[in-house]
Protein backbone atom coordinates (compact mmCIF):
# COMPACT_ATOMS: atom_id res chain seq x y z
CA UNK A 1 0.00 0.00 0.00
CA UNK A 2 1.26 3.22 -0.96
CA UNK A 3 1.99 5.98 1.74
CA UNK A 4 1.79 9.44 -0.29
CA UNK A 5 1.02 12.75 1.58
CA UNK A 6 -1.17 14.84 -0.36
CA UNK A 7 1.87 16.80 -1.27
CA UNK A 8 3.16 14.17 -2.79
CA UNK A 9 0.08 13.45 -4.89
CA UNK A 10 0.01 16.96 -5.85
CA UNK A 11 3.74 16.81 -7.23
CA UNK A 12 2.95 13.73 -8.76
CA UNK A 13 -0.02 14.44 -10.78
CA UNK A 14 1.47 18.07 -11.67
CA UNK A 15 4.80 16.10 -13.55
CA UNK A 16 2.02 14.61 -15.03
CA UNK A 17 -0.01 17.49 -16.20
CA UNK A 18 2.77 19.31 -17.38
CA UNK A 19 4.14 17.13 -19.94
CA UNK A 20 1.14 18.47 -22.12
CA UNK A 21 0.57 21.51 -23.75
CA UNK A 22 -3.02 22.24 -22.68
CA UNK A 23 -2.01 22.05 -18.92
CA UNK A 24 -4.89 21.68 -16.28
CA UNK A 25 -8.51 22.94 -17.65
CA UNK A 26 -10.29 25.90 -17.02
CA UNK A 27 -12.03 26.07 -13.34
CA UNK A 28 -15.31 25.21 -15.16
CA UNK A 29 -14.13 22.57 -16.66
CA UNK A 30 -12.49 21.09 -14.46
CA UNK A 31 -15.77 21.70 -12.35
CA UNK A 32 -17.61 19.47 -15.09
CA UNK A 33 -15.30 16.93 -15.18
CA UNK A 34 -15.41 16.35 -11.15
CA UNK A 35 -19.34 16.21 -11.94
CA UNK A 36 -18.71 13.85 -14.58
CA UNK A 37 -16.49 11.75 -11.98
CA UNK A 38 -19.12 12.14 -9.53
CA UNK A 39 -21.48 11.06 -11.51
CA UNK A 40 -19.29 7.40 -12.28
CA UNK A 41 -18.94 7.10 -8.83
CA UNK A 42 -22.71 7.32 -7.99
CA UNK A 43 -23.63 4.81 -10.71
CA UNK A 44 -20.92 2.09 -8.72
CA UNK A 45 -22.49 2.36 -5.69
CA UNK A 46 -25.58 2.39 -6.75
CA UNK A 47 -24.76 -0.83 -8.58
CA UNK A 48 -22.99 -2.42 -6.05
CA UNK A 49 -25.12 -1.38 -3.59
CA UNK A 50 -28.81 -0.16 -4.79
CA UNK A 51 -31.30 -1.89 -6.33
CA UNK A 52 -30.16 -0.90 -10.19
CA UNK A 53 -27.73 -4.08 -11.23
CA UNK A 54 -25.89 -3.52 -14.31
CA UNK A 55 -26.53 -4.58 -17.81
CA UNK A 56 -24.22 -7.45 -18.93
CA UNK A 57 -22.18 -5.60 -21.45
CA UNK A 58 -21.61 -2.85 -19.07
CA UNK A 59 -17.74 -2.33 -18.10
CA UNK A 60 -16.27 -3.84 -15.04
CA UNK A 61 -15.29 -0.48 -12.89
CA UNK A 62 -14.54 -0.44 -9.27
CA UNK A 63 -15.86 2.08 -6.52
CA UNK A 64 -12.12 1.90 -5.86
CA UNK A 65 -11.37 3.20 -9.52
CA UNK A 66 -14.08 6.11 -9.43
CA UNK A 67 -12.92 7.00 -5.99
CA UNK A 68 -9.19 7.31 -7.76
CA UNK A 69 -10.51 9.27 -10.92
CA UNK A 70 -12.44 11.81 -8.50
CA UNK A 71 -9.38 12.21 -6.40
CA UNK A 72 -7.44 13.18 -9.16
CA UNK A 73 -9.45 15.67 -10.42
CA UNK A 74 -9.96 16.97 -7.29
CA UNK A 75 -5.97 17.05 -7.00
CA UNK A 76 -6.30 19.26 -11.04
CA UNK A 77 -8.29 21.37 -9.29
CA UNK A 78 -6.52 22.24 -6.58
CA UNK A 79 -3.03 22.70 -8.21
CA UNK A 80 -4.62 24.46 -11.62
CA UNK A 81 -5.32 26.93 -8.27
CA UNK A 82 -2.61 26.79 -6.13
CA UNK A 83 -4.12 25.27 -3.44
CA UNK A 84 -2.52 22.98 -0.89
CA UNK A 85 -4.29 20.20 -0.04
CA UNK A 86 -2.66 19.59 3.27
CA UNK A 87 -3.66 22.81 4.02
CA UNK A 88 -6.97 23.06 3.30
CA UNK A 89 -7.55 19.27 4.89
CA UNK A 90 -6.31 20.88 8.11
CA UNK A 91 -8.53 23.95 7.97
CA UNK A 92 -11.65 21.65 7.47
CA UNK A 93 -10.58 19.35 9.77
CA UNK A 94 -10.55 22.74 12.46
CA UNK A 95 -13.71 23.78 11.47
CA UNK A 96 -14.96 20.05 12.40
CA UNK A 97 -13.58 20.33 15.44
CA UNK A 98 -14.59 23.47 16.58
CA UNK A 99 -17.97 24.21 14.85
CA UNK A 100 -19.32 20.61 14.67
CA UNK A 101 -17.44 19.53 17.85
CA UNK A 102 -20.89 18.69 19.68
CA UNK A 103 -22.90 17.67 16.58
CA UNK A 104 -22.93 14.67 16.75
CA UNK A 105 -23.31 11.09 19.43
CA UNK A 106 -19.43 10.27 20.46
CA UNK A 107 -19.00 6.69 21.08
CA UNK A 108 -17.71 5.90 24.69
CA UNK A 109 -14.20 5.30 25.19
CA UNK A 110 -12.80 3.31 27.87
CA UNK A 111 -9.66 4.74 29.21
Not at 3 to 15: G, R
Not at 26 to 38: F, G, T, Y
Request: glycine share 4%; proline share 3%.
Amino acid sequence: MSQKSLADIQKEVDAYISQFKEGYFSPLSMLARMSEEVGELAREVNHRFGEKPKKSDEADNSIEMELGDVLFIVVCFANSLGIDLAEAHDRVMHKFNTRDANRWTRKNVEP
